[in-house]
Structures are given as C-alpha cells and as structure tokens.
C-alpha cells in the first residue's frame, strides 16, 4: 500500500508562487496532482503517465508545472501567478486504475490527505 504524503500549502497573494510536494513511501508511477475548491467538483490538473508523457489542465493556461524526482520517490507542483480561484485543497494521486474524458475523470489507486492553498 503505497503512502502519499504532501506538503507546501499555504496563504499566499495573489501573483505569488507556491511549490507543492508529494513524497510516497516507494516508487510510484502515473501520477498527478488534482485539487478541490469548497462546493466545486474534483479538478484534474496534470499528470505524468507511466512513459514519463505530461498533460495539463488547458484551464492551467501554463501556470502549473508538474515534476518528478524519482530519486526521492516525490512528484511536485509549481504553481505561478496564483489566482484567489486557485484557493482549494491539493491532491496528489499516484497508479492510474482508469483513464476517463478528461483529467478530472482519471481514477487513481492511490491518495494523499490534501494540502489547503488559500490566495487573497
């Protein structure tokens, strides 16, 4: 069973910078970063497949950089020019049980507790 733990959320103004972190307790592939904001769905952001291929949430507009270190068995998410719409709690998942319509739907074995962005 594998563990995902992930840290770097925080309050933070609006056009600032935020590096989240999801450390696993082993070697992990197909993973992604999603988030939920209060009374909004799950949002899919990126993901990286099991061929190291990325894809991003077109919504992201190049805001987000997702990233692995496999060395570190950790996946990370740079988030620029944040936004008061960024404010949600972040997901990391890892080990892709089902591609769907669109990264929100992708279903994932694997979750960690979330990490609370807040922009103002």
């Known amino acids: 069973h594998v563990q995902l733990v992930e840290s770097g959320g925080a309050s933070v103004q609006a056009g600032g910078s935020l590096r989240l972190s999801c450390t696993a307790s082993?070697?992990?592939?197909?993973v992604a970063w999603f988030r939920q904001a209060p009374g909004k769905e799950r949002e899919g952001l990126a993901v990286i497949d099991s061929d190291e291929s990325i894809h991003y949430s077109p919504s992201l507009k190049g805001r987000f950089t997702i990233s692995k270190d496999n060395a570190k068995n950790t996946l990370y998410l740079q988030m620029n020019s944040l936004e008061p719409d960024d404010t949600a709690v972040y997901y990391c998942a890892a080990d892709l049980l089902e591609y769907g319509l669109g990264l929100s739907t992708y279903k994932y074995r694997y979750w960690g507790q979330g990490t609370q962005v807040t922009v103002s």
């Open positions: 082993e070697y992990i592939v197909d």
